[in-house]
């Protein structure tokens, strides 16, 4: 299963061409790169008169449904769907898909892993992981561009979204010249930047708004300032009818503070367990690398773990860890 090294882009189209039924999966409490990648490449599957199926274990989230196609993605229903590949994208671990989402693509021969996660072990039979890309969706940008794939509006708008939410706007460190190439050829092919940006940015529920002033008295600063965090209850969840989605980007609030290094957010779910978002803003900061001890992982300037609870103790422990790391 594993191989140390990627497979061409020829190599993936290969198996693109010669198959004509595909599902294509992404991570839990997916976000805009794993739903605007599923949608970019799918679309232009079918656009080459491909059968795509489109499965995310947790759904659409309500955020992102202005995604044109999104209608498509569904939660799988503990099906096993009748298909010859499965592709994995933005996924750094298999289990990340999910059990129901693993198992509706337990038939298919071929599995393809495409995916920018450092962590990535290569669980597919062909991998294509980059983790020099600010996202998976600007990897699979390159891959149709290299295959003179078409990139209809539908691929336009979800690369652009996918790449746009990995990137914090196109502002964090990540961002390449080829981004920024690929945003102005995206222009070019009709994107309409100021009503893409609104749908992404700035049309919040008023819940979030309300989440942010909860979350704003519980923050904390450590590490003589070089540390913030704020905590999510359950109570503060349920209180506000939140989404998983609802505190998205939420923690660069904090990640923006002065002198902060490192932000975190513990967000209690509804089993008591916890789940950790770490930003790092200092690159002598590897906050994959502290995740990792706690069996998460992600980006060196971005990653999350979930760990048993109670919050209080779940805190305690990765604090300590990041102090003596900063120390």
Not at 51 to 69: K, Q, S
Not at 140 to 161: A, H
Not at 222 to 237: E, F, K, P, T, Y
Not at 291 to 298: D, E, I, P
Request: with cysteine; net charge negative.
């Amino acid at each position: 299963m594993s191989h140390s090294q990627n497979h061409s882009f020829s190599q993936i189209a290969e198996v693109i061409e010669s198959h004509q039924t595909f599902l294509l999966l992404s991570h839990v409490r997916p976000d805009g790169d794993a739903i605007g990648s599923q949608l970019a490449l799918g679309h232009a599957l079918e656009t080459m008169g491909k059968t795509v199926h489109y499965r995310n274990e947790d759904g659409l989230p309500d955020n992102l449904a202005f995604l044109p196609h999104s209608e498509q993605i569904q939660k799988p229903d503990g099906e096993v769907l009748d298909v010859e590949v499965v592709i994995a994208l933005d996924c750094a671990t298999k289990p990340r898909l999910g059990d129901n989402a693993n198992k509706a693509g337990s038939k298919a021969k071929t599995w393809i892993n495409i995916d920018h996660h450092i962590s990535n072990p290569r669980y597919g039979d062909l991998n294509y992981i980059d983790a020099e890309s600010p996202a998976t969706g600007q990897i699979l940008y390159e891959f149709l561009k290299s295959q003179d794939y078409p990139i209809s509006p539908v691929t336009r708008d979800n690369i652009y979204v996918a790449v746009s939410t990995d990137t914090g706007s196109f502002q964090y460190g990540s961002t390449t010249a080829a981004t920024y190439t690929m945003a102005a050829e995206l222009v070019n092919l009709g994107l309409n930047v100021g009503q893409i940006n609104r749908q992404t940015y700035d049309s919040h529920p008023f819940r979030r708004v309300k989440l942010m002033r909860e979350l704003l008295n519980t923050l904390e600063l450590s590490c003589d300032d070089r540390v913030a965090d704020w905590q999510q209850l359950w109570s503060v969840a349920e209180e506000l009818s939140l989404k998983p989605e609802d505190n998205e980007g939420l923690i660069d609030l904090i990640r923006a503070i002065q002198g902060v290094e490192v932000a975190v957010l513990f967000e209690e779910l509804e089993d008591s367990s916890v789940r950790v978002s770490m930003r790092s803003k200092s690159a002598g900061i590897d906050v994959c690398e502290i995740a990792s001890l706690f069996g998460g992982g992600g980006h060196s300037k971005a990653a999350g773990i979930r760990m048993a609870g109670p919050i209080a103790q779940a805190r305690e422990k990765v604090l300590a860890e990041i102090k003596r790391v900063l120390n």
